[in-house]
């Protein structure tokens, strides 16, 4: 399923005077991140720990509570880090929003920078709303190789945390790459173990998940309505083999979580000049962010029961 599906036939409009505040937040996180600490991995540790900082500032002066969950990985501390915003009668339920912060060894993690962007963009964006359900924020440590699906995972650790609790969980959103984005015919590569084959132009992005999560993503995708120059597409996994372009999401998903990955694909996709925050799009980066704000905010506020509101698992 695709949604908002822009006309190429249009000039794309410019950006209103809130999204262009947005896209100067966005490219100083992302700058910050990739550009003056670079390399944030175990090798470089005060690098990684900098990078947790930072984060941490950025929430702390937006008013948040931060909760650090340390955990040792040899003779280093990582360090997930949690805000969240209170639910109210549906507030034992929790919408997770995620993104790791550190980078793959001698890399700068521009893809891992717009994760985090969006996900401190949306967590200023909402910090004062009136969700019916909690809103989680989470930056963790060490997701890229080769602690992806180790014991030293930050959204691992903190998967298992929510499953040993018995945590209600509505759904979970990794944010991963987000940034690369090209119009050209054949940018797009294909993949397997996904219910419906992608389009062949690489102008969208997807949002990939379990069925559980399928109507999690329809909500968030309704967000995006009003932004006709950007493109979302939706899919679920096909079930069997490994499970493609798999991220922070993947632990949800193990504990019986429903969970879904945001992501421009990656390396399955054509970036012209590479990976830099010199080739990310602003405007259609800024333009997702602000529309998956309105998004996470009509999952985290459902209509009330009977007002024509779409099942969500674990809503009343």
């Not at 939706?234 to 372009?245: K, N, Q, V």
């Amino acid at each position: 399923m695709a949604v908002a599906a822009p006309d190429p036939s249009q000039t794309a409009a410019p950006l209103s005077a809130e999204q262009q505040a947005l896209r100067q937040e966005l490219e100083a996180h992302v700058k910050h991140l990739s550009t003056q600490l670079g390399e944030r991995s175990l090798g470089r540790a005060w690098e990684l720990a900098d990078a947790a900082d930072y984060v941490a500032t950025e929430w702390e002066q937006m008013g948040y509570t931060l909760v650090r969950q340390g955990y040792d990985v040899g003779e280093v501390v990582a360090q997930n880090l949690e805000v969240s915003v209170s639910g109210s009668d549906l507030g034992r339920e929790s919408i997770i929003i995620g993104a790791h912060y550190d980078s793959p060894p001698a890399g700068t993690g521009v893809d891992a920078a717009t994760g985090v962007a969006a996900l401190l963009a949306v967590a200023r964006a909402l910090r004062d709303s009136s969700p019916r359900r909690r809103l989680r924020f989470v930056a963790y440590a060490l997701g890229e190789p080769p602690h992806f699906r180790s014991e030293s995972m930050g959204s691992l650790r903190h998967a298992r945390q929510l499953a040993a609790r018995g945590d209600a969980v509505t759904a979970m959103i990794s944010l991963d790459s987000l940034g690369y984005f090209s119009d050209k015919p054949g940018s797009q590569r294909s993949i397997s173990g996904i219910d419906v084959p992608l389009p062949q132009v690489g102008n969208f992005l997807l949002l990939l998940g379990s069925q559980s999560a399928a109507s999690a993503s329809r909500i968030l995708s309704a967000g995006c309505d009003r932004e006709p120059q950007l493109e979302l597409v939706l899919r679920t996994y096909a079930g069997g083999g490994d499970p493609p372009l798999a991220a922070d999401d993947w632990p949800y998903r193990e504990s019986g979580l429903p969970a879904l990955v945001v992501s421009d694909t990656k390396s399955l996709r054509s970036a012209g000049s590479g990976r830099s925050p010199a080739s990310v799009d602003w405007p259609r980066f800024t333009r997702f962010v602000s529309c998956l704000t309105r998004g996470i905010e009509r999952l985290a506020k459902p209509p009330e029961a009977g007002a024509g509101a779409e099942p969500i698992p674990g809503s009343n």
